[in-house]
């Protein structure tokens, strides 16, 4: 983590990380004032992805770094961050999975103007839920975001789950050429068409993953954030028997992930709880199994120093409820979602099927409902009264993985392929697989016009968006 910056409750910065509490230290005879925002710098930096001092590479990031700093504050508590764009291009800060009021979520043209080259915009809003989230930019985010622009959002519990540990693995993968540079492609037919911009170079929290030592019986609470463009990342933790308590930031009853392997697709997070039960001296590989013939190992876990504890502690795993509203699923109204497009999928059949080939000879790849997004202004997919129950019911007609992402709101998971899931997990961010139905509910009670969209960046950027209003 490059550093690390946490808000106490009078809006005070407290430092965490050298190399940030160096930077910022004040000078002398100066005092950081008390409304003071975070200050959040977008701009061209060079950083070492690979790892090796003598190797950098050109990237744009926050305040210089990737990942940007780790925002840290307690339930409840404001988050002031002043975004300056240091970049030749508008952008914006998009605050993922975090419930701001509408005119707080940083999407261009529809909650804000972007902030141009020079610019600057001040975020202010309130931390309501506890958990794991993340920040990065909503405009050209295939390019921005996947050049570095993105940073960890971590919203602290009152009442905690007690762990010995408390790790961020901010995952990401790059498309680097021979010479150790970012690959120019950005926004290429090929990528949006398949499944997204998947790099060849993997890095956790922004450089290449080094082994972690860790010490029997210490307990480790182990926040994964998929900051990837497109990449799906499917973590087999050995031995380790990672335990799932939260998911997108949400609470969820803990329990074993299905045949021990962490599925996270883009834009996801996942906290896992990891008891470290091997004796001193061995050694554990964490390995990524998600493309099939391509698995590699990403981190090796070494119990190298001496044991905390004689056995692993039963502390419990139960994490706080935040205040979401529950929906009600008997007088929801239903909306039908389906997604088309892509290369190798269905033929396109109904009544949008002439008018999706159309778009597509205009350049569009994806569908919803059988409208491709182009430009800023989009009429609404659904228009749903303040404080009403919706579910929505999506297809995925496509041979392709989606992570489909709603703004403002979190959901409730409540079947997958007619079946009802097994414990109703709130998300923002759930991964349709192809052909797979999905069907979410949640109580519509943020006002605004609001994103819905696939978080594989080149399909949202090749059409695969809407908008949703509430109130
Ligand atoms: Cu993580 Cu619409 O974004
Ligand atoms: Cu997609």
New binding site residues.
């Given amino acids: 983590m490059s550093s690390s910056v946490l808000f106490t409750r009078r809006g005070l910065l407290r430092l965490g990380g050298a190399a940030f509490a160096a930077a910022t230290m004040p000078m002398p005879g100066t005092s950081q004032p008390a409304s003071e925002p975070l200050r959040l710098r977008a701009a061209l930096s060079r950083v070492h992805l690979a790892g090796v001092p003598e190797n950098s590479s050109a990237v744009w990031a926050y305040n210089g770094g990737v990942p940007g700093p780790e925002i840290r504050v307690r339930q409840g508590e404001p988050i002031r961050v002043r975004a300056e764009n240091g970049l030749a291009e508008e952008t914006t800060v998009?605050w993922?999975g975090i419930r701001t009021p509408n005119a707080m979520d940083g999407v261009p043209h529809l909650t804000q103007a972007p902030i141009p080259a020079g610019g600057e915009f001040l975020y202010e809003f309130d931390a309501v839920d506890a958990g794991t989230f993340w920040y990065?930019p909503?405009q050209r985010s295939s390019e921005q975001v996947g050049r570095g622009l993105y940073g960890p959002l971590i919203i602290e519990e009152h009442d905690p789950i007690r762990v010995d540990r408390d790790l961020i693995w901010m995952l990401d993968d790059w498309r680097m050429t021979d010479a150790g540079e970012i690959s120019d492609d950005f926004g290429n037919r090929h990528d949006a068409a398949h499944n997204g911009r998947v790099g060849n170079t993997v890095t956790i929290n922004g450089t290449s993953p080094e082994p972690v030592a860790v010490r029997r019986g210490e307990r480790v609470r182990l926040r994964l954030i998929n900051a990837a463009n497109a990449r799906i990342f499917a973590l087999d933790f050995g031995d380790l028997d990672p335990v799932i308590v939260a998911l997108d930031g949400q609470p969820v009853t803990p329990h074993a992930p299905a045949e021990g392997i962490v599925v996270i697709g883009p834009?996801m997070r996942i906290d896992l709880v990891l008891d470290m039960a091997g004796h001193p001296g061995s050694r554990t590989t964490v390995r990524d199994v998600a493309y099939q013939g391509l698995e590699y190992d990403l981190v090796e876990v070494r119990y190298d120093e001496a044991p905390l504890r004689k056995t692993v502690p039963d502390w419990s795993l139960d994490l706080p409820a935040n205040p979401l509203r529950e929906p009600d699923i008997a007088a929801a109204t239903r909306h039908k979602v389906v997604f088309n497009g892509g290369m190798m999928g269905q033929m396109m059949m109904g009544d949008d099927a002439a008018s999706m080939m159309q778009q597509m000879r205009d350049g569009a790849m994806w569908f919803i409902n059988g409208q491709a997004a182009d430009g800023h202004v989009m009429d609404p997919l659904v228009s749903m009264a303040l404080g009403t129950s919706h579910v929505f019911a999506m297809d995925n007609r496509t041979t392709w993985h989606h992570p489909i992402?709603l703004?403002g709101h979190s959901f409730r998971v409540i079947a997958r392929n007619g079946e009802p899931t097994r414990y109703r997990e709130w998300q923002d961010t759930v991964l349709v697989a192809p052909e797979e139905t999905v069907e979410i509910a949640f109580v519509a009670d943020n006002p605004g016009d609001w994103?819905f969209?696939c978080?594989i960046l080149e399909h949202q950027a090749a059409g695969m968006m809407a908008v949703v209003r509430v109130g």
Avoid: G
Wanted: neutral net charge; glycine residues 0%.
């Fill in positions: 998009h993922h990065h909503h834009a992402h703004h994103m969209h978080h």
